[in-house]
């Protein structure tokens, strides 16, 4: 029996602290991530990036361990990237994606010298080569293509089928035109090809799908065209652990699949394997972070189900509301403690719907306990909103036994500040 430990930090102590609800991010595990990232994929394969997706989650000092582990980081809006400006990011390893780029955010890429602008529609082409040709720079740049691969996974992540918002689809003659455009232009570079089939994957069949069709493009593109793609950026979408039914799959289940696939298509086509690019987001830091809450309300509904009332909810984890996502928690003072009660874990929101844990098997509580949430670290602190006026969670770092505030928790005049 006793308070849940959190890479050697009381969770328990955390809350009172600091307050709840709170996100706490253990730096350990994103850091081991990292390791993994490079002893399984970039020192094993000559011609490789990974870079974060950082819109998983961002914070200076997120950007700052990323730089420190030698990754680099894929943003898709002028936010990130400032966030990374902010941290004395290596542009050159930084890729710019965004279905709808705006003309400051662009202009501010391109000064930056960011390294791979991903190029999502032809009318960001133009708007690219304009812009260059402003600021007297070529801009390197990947096209992203919609595969038409279709992912298993929940349909507001999916992001590879035909029918997407997202990139030019896989079809000759749309590429042929672009590529052509693209050689053509005097300030744009077009190195490669982009695609990202989902998120939150499990199976590495939706990769191997995705570069045979590819694969079969480069060829196709190298005879008709003579152009030679010389990067291939794979996306993200490695899936990991929210409860019991699915685990992480260690990075090489994914990447050794991608390489060896790529290997023997471009064998057969006698070029040369192209560098590439892996874009984790969610493997990298989901399961680095835990939401601690204060439970509140508690009400039974006899023989239906008892409500138990959180200090937090859909603000600070849309996830659940959004896609259905499954979360597993624990009561973090009664750790060890026999679960004898089946609940559910209700948001504070003015919403139906606003409900965290659907289930949660816990022992005994009551008003005052303390609840974790599991596997929070990504698209939550990201997603996080004020609805309801609610002020974001602080976020607390944890490493090794030692803890550090890296984001105060917002106060209503904080809510208030641009309010005129
Ligand atoms: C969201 C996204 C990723 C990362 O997805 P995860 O599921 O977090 O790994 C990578 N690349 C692109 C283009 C994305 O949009």
């Not at 082409?125 to 038409?148: C, Q």
């Not at 693209?182 to 191997?208: C, M, P, T, W």
């Not at 991608?258 to 560098?275: A, D, H, T, V």
Request: proline share 3%; charged share 25%.
């Amino acid at each position: 029996m006793g308070n849940l430990v959190f890479e050697g930090c009381d969770t328990v102590e955390l809350a009172k602290k600091y307050g709840t609800p709170l996100y706490v991010i253990s730096e350990d595990y994103i850091v081991d991530r990292c390791r993994e990232i490079r002893e399984d994929f970039l020192d094993k394969y000559e011609k490789t990036m990974a870079v974060y997706a950082s819109k998983a989650f961002l914070i200076k000092e997120m950007a700052r361990i990323i730089k420190r582990e030698g990754l680099g980081m894929d943003v898709v809006s002028g936010g990130e990237l400032y966030t990374a400006i902010q941290v004395d990011f290596p542009m050159d390893k930084i890729v710019f994606h965004g279905n709808n780029k705006s003309l400051y955010e662009i202009e501010m890429a391109i000064k930056n010298d960011v390294g791979r602008i991903v190029v999502d529609n032809i009318t960001e082409l133009d708007l690219i080569e304009r812009t260059a040709s402003k600021y007297n720079k070529i801009s390197s740049v990947l096209f992203r293509i919609t595969p038409g691969v279709d992912a298993h996974t929940h349909k507001y992540i999916q992001t590879g089928q035909v029918d997407s918002k997202f990139g030019i689809p896989l079809n000759e003659d749309i590429i042929n035109i672009a590529v052509k455009k693209a050689i053509n232009l005097d300030h744009v570079k077009l190195l490669g090809f982009h695609f990202h089939i989902g998120s939150q994957l499990y199976e590495n069949r939706g990769y191997i799908l995705a570069i045979r069709k590819i694969a079969y493009l480069m060829k196709q593109l190298k005879e008709q065209l003579g152009f030679i793609t010389k990067e291939l950026n794979t996306g993200g979408g490695y899936g990991i652990q929210y409860s019991g039914d699915e685990s992480r799959k260690p990075i090489k289940y994914f990447t050794d699949a991608i390489m060896s696939e790529l290997e023997n298509e471009c064998k057969k086509s006698g070029f040369e394997r192209p560098l590439v690019i892996i874009e984790p987001g969610r493997w990298i830091v989901g399961e680095a972070g835990i939401t601690l809450y204060t439970i509140g309300s508690i009400k039974e509904i006899p023989g239906v189900r008892t409500y138990v009332g959180v200090d937090g909810g859909m603000p600070d984890n849309p996830r659940p509301s959004l896609y259905e996502a499954k979360y597993e928690g624990i009561i973090a003072n009664k750790v060890g403690e026999k679960l004898i009660n089946t609940v559910t874990i209700a948001g504070k929101c003015c919403e139906s719907g606003d409900i965290l844990i659907q289930d949660l098997k816990v022992p005994k509580i009551e008003s005052g306990d303390v609840l974790a949430v599991f596997s929070t670290g990504a698209y939550n602190y990201s997603m996080a909103s004020n609805y309801n006026r609610l002020p974001k969670p602080a976020v607390v770092m944890v490493s090794q036994g030692e803890y550090r505030l890296m984001v105060k928790r917002e106060t209503y005049e904080d809510i208030m500040r641009n309010e005129l």
